[in-house]
């Protein structure tokens, strides 16, 4: 199966610019993990969502799709990366506690990746898959960023983005349940905001059909909201969260 790569060829900025996970959100998902034998990262990108899972649990199995994305990730000595699609990880039936896609799942082919996740996870193991749509900054700043994401690169979107803003209407075929919610923080200058946008799959799709860096459309509108560049601001992505439970069905009884 091939998969459509979109990050590739900015997996070192990909690797830099992108925010850290809270540590909250790992404690979370180990408590709900029936043990903390081993969890897959699917889709692991440059590894930061590994790494995080690996100061709780005694093995990470980490997949992308990407060799690049891959050799770009964080070495762990716990964690394990290899090159392998969603939907078919190579792992084996019915050992996993707990399942983690960050920022991801829109890329996957759904069906074929639920039927792989219920075949690896163990019987009341985890899948919790996260997404986080628009920074929050402060609102001149962030009304340039939407500007950006919405008219500049918006038709430069792959169709699979519109699933980022659908995140809670997903097809979620697991026993559901509420979970606690968290955002990812960052503080930044304005380098690190422009190098995070340079990431954007729509931002390097632009370049590649237009021949020009969109964000020359923002970049003095940018400065003149930040002010000096090297201020340190805050920034905030709320996280999206949907976790649930393999509760496979039970043989009938004879």
């Known amino acids: 199966m091939t998969f459509k790569d979109h990050f590739s060829k900015q997996a070192a900025g990909y690797a830099k610019f992108r925010p850290r996970y809270p540590q909250k959100l790992f404690d979370y998902l180990r408590s709900i993990a029936p043990s903390r ?3 897959w990262d699917c ?3 440059n590894g930061q969502a590994a790494v995080g899972l690996a100061s709780l649990f005694d093995r990470v199995i980490a997949t992308d799709a990407s ?3 891959i050799a770009s990730a964080q070495s762990h000595k716990i964690v394990e990366y290899r090159v392998a699609p969603a939907e078919n990880s190579g792992i084996e039936s019915e050992t996993l506690d707990l399942i983690m896609v960050a920022q991801a799942l829109h890329w996957f082919d759904l069906d074929r990746f639920y039927a792989e996740a219920q075949r690896v996870l163990k019987l009341d193991g985890v899948l919790a898959a996260s997404a986080y749509n628009l920074l929050q900054i402060e609102p001149a700043i962030d009304e340039i960023v939407n500007r950006y994401y919405y008219e500049v690169v918006g038709p430069s979107w792959p169709p699979e983005r519109k699933l980022v803003e659908q995140f809670s ?9 509420d979970p606690s919610k968290f955002e990812m923080t960052a503080q930044w200058n304005l380098d690190h905001l422009l190098g995070y946008l340079q990431t954007w799959s729509s931002t390097q799709r632009f370049i590649a ?3 020009r860096d969109p964000l020359e459309a923002i970049a003095d509108d940018l400065r003149a909201a930040w002010g000096d560049p090297g201020q340190m601001r805050k920034v905030v992505w ?5 976790v649930g439970i393999n509760a496979m069905p039970k043989p009938p009884k004879e």
Do not use: V
């Open 209 to 211: 059909a237009n021949k």
């Open 43 to 45: 889709g692991t990108g």
């Open 67 to 69: 060799e690049k994305q």
């Open 238 to 242: 709320p996280l999206i969260l949907r």
């Open 169 to 177: 209407d997903l097809p979620f075929p697991f026993q559901e349940i």
């Open 37 to 39: 034998q081993l969890a």
